[in-house]
């Protein structure tokens, strides 16, 4: 790992920990040259899996234009960034027990509906607006009131409620 500073090609690790998830590790590196302390993080990455679109269309896998669907979906919305990157990895886990090469976007759609309609139930019915193509006002209230049917709370409310109860102790 070159070094951000002095661009010296060798650094060691001095500390390596592991992310509540398991998803990633945050690596303190040292300069061996400058003896300049950086950190690095290593995740997995997915490789070789085709996307197959709806009109028969192959095309790799991005990370980058999944990341920007659930931004747009999560405009506005209140998250951090850590919440964020664990939503990511929890689709791409999904994405990786497949187990296969080739992945239909139907398929990673639905991947990506199910983990939001856990994280965000607006996004949830954002993506799923667009990614369902909701062709009229009937087809967008049948879907919020199966939402509304399963029962479960928004992320934001749950997290309203532990806090509240900690204040009253």
């Not at 920990?17 to 950190?39: K, M, N, Q, V």
């Not at 976007?105 to 799923?128: C, N, P, Q």
Request: positive net charge; aromatic residues 6%; glycine residues 6%.
């Amino acid at each position: 790992m070159h070094c951000p500073v002095c661009n010296h090609a060798d650094s060691r690790v001095v500390d390596s920990r592991l992310s509540p998830g398991g998803t990633s590790i945050r690596r303190r590196r040292e300069c061996d040259d400058c003896e300049y302390r950086f950190s690095t993080l290593e995740e997995v990455e997915l490789l070789n899996i085709t996307v197959v679109k709806r009109d028969g269309r192959r095309e790799a896998f991005s990370r980058e234009k999944m990341e920007r669907g659930l931004r747009k979906a999560l405009e506005k919305r209140s998250y951090t960034d850590g919440e964020f990157h664990n939503l990511l990895h929890e689709i791409e886990r999904d994405i990786q027990r497949k187990k296969t090469n080739e992945l239909r976007t139907s398929a990673l759609g639905e991947i990506v509906m199910e983990r939001l309609k856990h994280f965000d139930k607006v996004a949830y019915i954002r993506f799923a607006s667009v990614y369902r193509s909701f062709e009229d006002v009937k087809t967008f209230q049948a879907e919020l009131e199966g939402l509304l049917r399963s029962g479960r709370g928004n992320r934001t409310k749950r997290k309203n409620k532990v806090s509240l109860s900690k204040k009253k102790r």
